[in-house]
């Protein structure tokens, strides 16, 4: 009789390389490395920005001196060396007033291999993309669409110069830039990213799309997203990551600010699969992630996230819920194996009467990993007959892996009503088996039990999304075992 | 179609099976009884293959060829299906979802191409209804939340689906209702042929009353003690096992 042992699985796993491991050779301007004022007034001149943006980033990078990187999270690293990153990197080749068809060949083969080429995506699934490959944004579609219902959708870099109004009117207001270590590095830094605005009662008539992606080696990427519903509006956005392997870690700290106002919604999702390191836990990106939303009355932000990737996760996508009635929603997978480690949740502030919170949270560990779940449920004094529901449920496979759950709540508010519901579950022998008996073999096995686990939230993705989502659950996982 | 050679098979070092001989041909229905701890459920798991078992000698031969190193989905690949005694529970995966998975992982083991969703969807029903399911039964999670009877009756199911060549039902009789059993022993009724063979493994006459055994063996300490026809079964219902146990031991 076969048998497929520990000592199997750890060979097939540390013969397992990065799917997306490459690296595509395109002429680079990058910076020199470090980090001080000049840099960040080059940053900004770099960009053409007006004088206020550039007031606004020193402004943070004064805040960021000043201020220590958190220690709280479940997570151990090396911390990067902030003077020895490079804060800016653009592909040369970039010109703004290039179309799909100028574009590098060597960019669009990349997608390719990711499964993301432009020209599919755009026929199949009428998204629209906004695409940032390390700083610059390289390709911008649908914008004509999207204008004559007077949705404006383009790089933030754009937005500073076409629509200063809105940019400076709203950025930082979400997330401060004092706010946390490394919101306020992103402040000072921020290469480029994605503006969204949704005028008043329109609802957008597609989903919109940004692929991000690492590829300088030794460049840190500071995303910037901005996206405002005005009243009455809706949005779904779509955020997927892949990142080439490098060897060196590298660093990601973004910064994406909601603003839902009354009446609104907005559906925020992300598929992460940043390079999480090798077998041995080499390499690998360093996630630092600030996301936050803001409903106003009536208003409601949906954050669903599948993190696959990344050697440290640290983010906690959270909504402010401060008009009444709003309703704030969190749908999290995070999956951890070899020596990843993940610390993330979601915080909900309930602020205004009858807010509604729902937080659904599926951690996976298999390997050496270590995945956290950590949220926080605050009710404010005022905000009577607030709910929240939350559920947390682990899976685990193998004998050397961690999960661990860090549910926060604060209640000012004798109406409150708060529910709480984990579990903690190992894929058994004896589900295996059951699966091996009916001719399904180990690895399918898995991943069909891994799949079922996270069927809740992987409804809660838009359709084309939710497939590849799957995909990188399984890919993510292979080799592993319970 | 199936034929077990002194079959020897051990558990952590502690031998179960000591010494099974069985021949079941096409077309033939054996039934296996025995007391509890006897091997019975231990002989159904080696030759469906499960790793924790040692085969320690012997062999296992399914139409002449023996399947003692294939893996558990490759001897289900090759028509061996288990009806289990305890299944398991899979949340989040619909009973349909897990058919779909178990008959196009076998199809691509024979180098099929996927069965297309209308043949698929005819096939459902129709099995469904042979074991009158409710097809909202078959949205539900794998075995999540189901009483004794569905989780039998949905076993039967999963074999009318896969259409093995060799079905072994492992106390598919324990948990259920008179209603249910006719259902269930039914179902399995329509789904014997001259080409296929049931192995029942009970404690109990009962089911063989609805499903009837061409062969009746008792299990006793590891190995096969005394066969003989239906009646075998009637008289070990009218006087127990303790007659059998005196008889081997004295």
Redesign the interface.
């Known amino acids: ?4 042992t520990e000592d199997d699985l750890r060979e097939e796993l540390k013969t397992k390389e990065y799917e997306y491991g490459f690296f595509t050779d395109i002429e680079s301007e990058t910076f020199p490395i470090g980090l001080n004022e000049d840099i960040v007034r080059a940053i900004s001149k770099k960009k053409e920005e007006p004088e206020w943006m550039t007031e606004w980033r020193l402004d943070a990078f004064k805040v960021w001196k000043e201020m220590t990187e958190p220690e709280w999270a479940n997570v151990h690293y090396k911390k990067p060396d902030f003077q020895a990153i490079a804060y800016y990197s653009a592909p040369v080749a970039v010109d703004p007033n290039k179309t799909l068809d100028d574009v590098d060949p060597d960019l669009l083969a990349m997608y390719k291999k990711l499964g993301i080429s432009v020209d599919e995506q755009k026929k199949m699934n009428n998204v629209a993309m906004d695409i940032v490959v390390d700083s610059v944004s390289v390709a911008t579609t649908f914008k004509k669409t999207l204008s004559e219902k007077g949705i404006i959708f383009m790089s933030i870099s754009e937005a500073i110069k076409e629509h200063p109004e809105l940019v400076r009117k709203y950025i930082g207001t979400i997330v401060p830039t004092k706010d946390n270590f490394y919101a306020a590095l992103n402040s000072a830094v921020f290469s480029d990213g994605s503006f969204c605005y949704i005028p008043k009662g329109v609802k957008c008539p597609m989903e919109l799309s940004t692929y991000f992606r690492i590829n300088q080696g030794g460049t840190g990427q500071f995303e910037r997203t901005l996206l405002i519903a005005d009243e009455g509006s809706y949005v779904s956005y779509l955020e997927g990551c892949t990142a080439p392997s490098r060897d060196e870690n590298q660093l990601h700290a973004a910064v994406v600010e909601l603003i839902a106002m009354d009446d609104a919604e907005i559906k925020y999702s992300t598929v992460q699969n940043w390079y999480p390191g090798n077998a041995e836990g080499k390499g690998g990106v360093y996630n630092f992630v600030t996301k936050r939303g803001l409903c106003e009355k009536n208003a409601k932000i949906s954050w669903t996230q599948v993190e696959t990737g990344s050697a440290v996760t640290w983010k906690y996508p959270s909504c402010i819920l401060k008009g009444d009635n709003s309703v704030g929603e969190f749908y999290s997978i995070a999956v951890t194996n070899n020596y990843q480690q993940a610390d993330t949740g979601t915080k909900m502030i309930h602020l205004g009467k009858n807010t509604k919170s729902t937080i659904i949270s599926k951690g996976i560990s298999a390997g050496k990993s270590q995945n956290s779940y950590r949220g926080l449920v605050q009710i404010g004094s005022r905000a009577d007959n607030a709910r929240n529901f939350s559920q947390c449920d682990s899976l685990l496979m193998g004998n050397e892996c961690g999960a661990h759950t860090f549910p926060y709540i604060e209640a000012k508010n004798k109406s409150a009503m708060i529910e709480h519901e984990a579990t903690t579950s190992k894929i ?4 295996i ?10 690895e ?1 096995a898995i991943a ?2 891994v ?6 939230v992987l409804n809660k993705l838009p359709m084309e999304f939710a497939v590849e989502a799957q995909k990188l659950l399984e890919i993510s996982l292979e080799g592993s075992v319970g | 179609m199936l034929k077990i050679n002194n079959l020897h098979a051990s558990i952590e070092d502690k031998a179960i099976l000591k010494g099974i001989n069985l021949e079941v041909k096409a077309g033939e229905v054996h039934a296996i009884m025995g007391p509890n701890g006897s091997g019975k459920s231990t002989l159904a798991s080696v030759i469906a293959g499960k790793e924790e078992y040692e085969v320690t000698e012997g062999n296992i031969l399914l139409e002449g060829e023996d399947i003692d190193e294939l893996a558990a989905e490759e001897r289900a690949h090759k028509g061996v299906f288990l009806s289990f005694q305890y299944p398991v529970e899979i949340p989040g995966v619909s009973v349909t979802n897990f058919m779909k998975t178990a008959i196009n992982e076998t199809r691509k083991a024979k180098g099929l191409e996927d069965m297309p969703a209308k043949d698929m969807l005819k096939m459902i029903r129709e099995k469904s209804e042979l074991l009158e399911i409710d097809r909202k039964f078959l949205s539900r999670s794998l075995n999540e939340g189901f009483s004794g009877g569905e989780k039998k009756r949905n076993e039967i199911f999963q074999m009318a689906m896969l259409e093995p060549k060799l079905a072994i039902l492992d106390e598919t009789d324990s948990g259920l209702d008179i209603d249910a059993l006719r259902i269930v022993a039914n179902g399995v009724n329509k789904l014997k042929s001259k080409d296929n063979a049931v192995i029942v493994i009970t404690h109990y006459q009962r089911l063989l009353d609805h499903i009837v055994p061409d062969f009746v063996h008792v299990l006793y300490n590891g190995k096969i003690v005394k066969s003989g026809g239906k009646e075998l079964a009637h008289e070990l219902e009218a006087k127990g096992y303790d007659w059998i146990k005196e008889e081997v031991d004295a």
């Open positions: 009789m076969s048998k497929y058994g022998e004896d589900q088996f059951y699966c091996n008996q009916r001719g399904i073999d180990t399918k069909l039990i799949n079922g686990f996270s069927k809740d």
